[in-house]
Every structure is written in structure tokens, then in C-alpha cells.
T-cell receptor
Framework: SQTIHQWPATLVQPVGSPLSLECTVE??????LYWYRQAAGRGLQLLFY??????ISSEVPQNLSASRPQDRQFILSSKKLLLSDSGFYLC?????????????FGSGTRLTVV | AQSVTQLGSHVSVSEGALVLLRCNYS??????LFWYVQYPNQGLQLLLK??????LVKGINDFEAEFKKSETSFHLTKPSAHMSDAAEYFC??????????FGAGTRLTVKP
């Protein structure tokens, strides 16, 4: 069966420090991968999605970036964190671009920038 | 672009009472619609989905939702609330191009 792993679960980082969050999917090939951010009391904001290795689409301008170095690995990065980057970051995957099957989410990373 | 509005950021019901969480959507094409549940500090779990088959969709844990095109609604219901249903619920819409959009969420509280 397919599983999605996301780490770390929690992270406290100072302003201006770099960030790297990792997400991996097991049990499937060529998944569509997504990074969402959930701010307190708000819904989910799509940050990036990827339909294949090296293919990244950005939904919102910000100081975050994403990379997909391997088929089932999706990385969210920042060179210098801002206070506004705090939030709950969720990785998700889908077997199809059309979203017919819905998404399977990882357990999330709670990032606090201090 | 498609969007979702969830009416009521907080809903409180008594155990055993009917649960009704409201969702209205906007889409320029026939949409795919979803309900997800999120427990504290966890990811989202798919409850049910509408993908243009039957308009009444049944999901896990006795939840169901009805697609009403004329009302652009996809409300979530459960006949009898359990304490374990306390969580945050998200409605989502997709037009089928890596573009799933989520509502702001509704926090469900179940009182004993």
C-alpha cells in the first residue's frame, strides 16, 4: 500500500535561518506531489505542486522554493525564514493530475519561526 | 478560479444529534468535490468525494454528502454525532488540473 512520510514533525527556527522539509512517498510511482501551508484558523494554501522529477509549479510568490530530485521525494526549502513563514506545512500526493482520487496527506510539520 | 465557502467556522452539537456542515462552491466546470477531516496536529484524511456519479455520496464513519448543482452546495451530514467526531472539517473543490482549493474549515465540537 502507499504511504507518505513527512519530517520533521515540529521545528523551531530563528528568523533568517534556512529551512528544509522533506516528504517521501512509498508504494507508487510518478505521483503528483503538493506542498500546502495551513496558518492558524485558516484553510490550506497551495504552495507548490510537481507532476514529475524536476518539474515544479509555484502557486504563490514567496521566499520558499521546492524541489523534486527523485520521483517520490519532494523538498520544501527556504534560504532565509521570515516570521510569516510560521505555520503547519502539509505534503500530499495524488495518483492523477485530475484530482479524481483526492489527495493523501502526510502528518504535517509545525514550523515556528522565532 | 474555483473556490469554496464553508458557512460557520465553529459548529457545536450534542452527542447523538445530527451533524450538518455547510459547503458552497464556485466552479466554471463540473467540479470534483471532497470533504476531509483533520484531527489536532495531524494531516487531512479523505472522508468522501463526489466525482459526477451519484449525487448522494457516502463516506467513512457514516458521513454522507449530497451534491446539489442548483444550489452549488455539497453539505456534509451525519445522523448521530459521536464524541470521536470532534475535529476540523474541510470542504475542497477541484476542476481537475492540480488545482484543489480548500475552504477555511469548520471546527466541530461534540458535547456529551
Amino acid at each position: 500500500s502507499q504511504t507518505i512520510h513527512q519530517w520533521p514533525a515540529t521545528l523551531v527556527q530563528p528568523v533568517g535561518s534556512p529551512l528544509s522539509l522533506e516528504c517521501t512517498v512509498e508504494g507508487t510511482s510518478n505521483p503528483n506531489l503538493y506542498w500546502y501551508r495551513q496558518a492558524a484558523g485558516r484553510g490550506l494554501q497551495l504552495l507548490f505542486y510537481s507532476v514529475g522529477i524536476g518539474q515544479i509549479s509555484s502557486e504563490v510568490p514567496q521566499n520558499l522554493s521546492a524541489s523534486r530530485p527523485q520521483d517520490r521525494q519532494f523538498i520544501l526549502s527556504s534560504k532565509k525564514l521570515l516570521l510569516s513563514d510560521s505555520g503547519f506545512y502539509l505534503c500530499a500526493w495524488s495518483p492523477d493530475t485530475g484530482n479524481y482520487y483526492g489527495y493523501t496527506f502526510g502528518s504535517g510539520t509545525r514550523l515556528t519561526v522565532v | 478560479a474555483q473556490s469554496v465557502t464553508q458557512l460557520g467556522s465553529h459548529v457545536s452539537v450534542s452527542e447523538g444529534a445530527l451533524v450538518l456542515l455547510r459547503c458552497n462552491y464556485s466552479s466554471s466546470v463540473p467540479p470534483y468535490l471532497f470533504w476531509y477531516v483533520q484531527y489536532p496536529n495531524q494531516g487531512l484524511q479523505l472522508l468522501l468525494k463526489y466525482t459526477s456519479a451519484a449525487t448522494l455520496v457516502k463516506g467513512i464513519n457514516d458521513f454522507e454528502a449530497e451534491f446539489k448543482k442548483s444550489e452549488t452546495s455539497f453539505h456534509l451530514t451525519k445522523p448521530s454525532a459521536h464524541m470521536s467526531d470532534a475535529a476540523e472539517y474541510f470542504c475542497a473543490v477541484s476542476e481537475g488540473n492540480n488545482d484543489m482549493r480548500f475552504g477555511a474549515g469548520t471546527r466541530l465540537t461534540v458535547k456529551p
